[in-house]
């Protein structure tokens, strides 16, 4: 249905599409319109945790993982220096996965939101 606007998202990956497509598919089309505009502006792009992943080496340690809403974690990454660069090696191998969560998570609750505001009487 909404294919096209899908495969517009700067990175996704065939597993983020399917589960798109898995929310999506009890949905009318206003329902999906307003779905993906609001997942659109929370979903993150792998490559760009990836970039904040590497500025770990360099300036700022935990960065990744206060954009994906890990506040502690990131906490911990700061002032730690990366768990010693290790913590920061392990999210450059895992970023896809470290995204792809978020984007799940993220997906779940624009759901949520799309079906709760539909729910009351107008």
């Known amino acids: ?9 700067k990175g996704i990956t065939p597993d983020e599409y399917l589960y798109l497509e898995q929310v999506m598919k009890n949905m009318n089309q206003e ?16 490559q760009d945790i990836l970039l ?6 360099v300036v700022i340690a935990g960065v990744q993982r206060f954009i994906l809403g890990q506040i502690g ?8 220096g990366g768990l010693c660069l290790i913590g920061t090696i392990v999210d450059l191998i ?6 792809s969560e ?21």
Do not use: V, W
């Open 102 to 122: 978020y984007n799940q998570k993220m997906a779940y609750e624009c759901a949520q939101m799309i079906h709760s505001m539909n729910s009351y009487p107008r």
């Open 73 to 80: 974690m990131g906490i911990l990454y700061l002032l730690t």
């Open 52 to 57: 904040l992943t590497l500025l770990g080496f």
């Open 31 to 46: 329902q999906a319109r307003s779905f993906l505009s609001y997942y659109a502006t929370k979903r993150k792009d792998p």
């Open 1 to 9: 249905m909404y294919q096209d606007l899908i495969m517009n998202f």
């Open 94 to 99: 895992n970023y896809k996965s470290l995204t």
